[in-house]
């Protein structure tokens, strides 16, 4: 059972736009910063989006995050075959002094 | 260029210790805290604790105590992770990450493969 809570899969046809959500608490997405990672199949995990809405340099602006109050999202505007992967939320969590992550939600372009 | 360059795939017997490697370049080795993930079999991301690579002190994530040690050979950049009394369910994905502000992993390892079986 993950701290912070994300639907297991979302899906969409390619140039659709799909959001992903992850809600949380006042210990962890409430107070701190989310940041957003994409795990390609059999890769590691690539930071997509830190501090709520920032794309690190080379992440497509297709991609963009969102915060508010102790829920966060993450958004895909034109779905693309290649943005296939599993993504995962997290946040710094103060209750339990450590890094919390959700339990991830699997892209599929149909 | 940057790179978190991880030791091969493990596999070990119940009770047996395992030690993973996570070699750094291309960046000053001590500018930034390295952190350790786990992943186990189809499952999601677990974080494991963290170790300051300017004091070399570790602090550990709650279900990491114990058994598990992250220590560092700034010699060569290198940070590693070990697991003793290795029991199945350790059989998992390990990950070491580079973090920056905001508690952002900013850089991963490629992971190593640790598997538990008899």
Redesign the interface.
Known sequence: Q?VLTQPPSASGTPGQRVTISCSGSNSNIGS??V?W?QQLPG?????LM??NNQR?SGVPDRFSGSKSGTSASLAISGLQSEDEADY?C???DDS?N???????TKVTAL | QVQLVQSGSELKKPGASVKVSCKASGYTFSSDAM?W?RQAPGQ????M?WINTHTGNPTY??GFTGRFVFSLDTSVSTAYLQISSLKAADTAVY?C?TV???????R????TLVTVSS
């Open positions: 993950s701190n910063a940041n990672y890769t590691a995990p690539k930071l830190y501090t690190p995962y997290a946040a710094w339990l450590g890094v919390v992550f959700g339990g991830g | 952190n993930v999601g991301l677990e974080w604790g994530a709650q990950y990450a920056a502000g905001s508690w952002t992993f900013q991963w390892g490629q992971g």
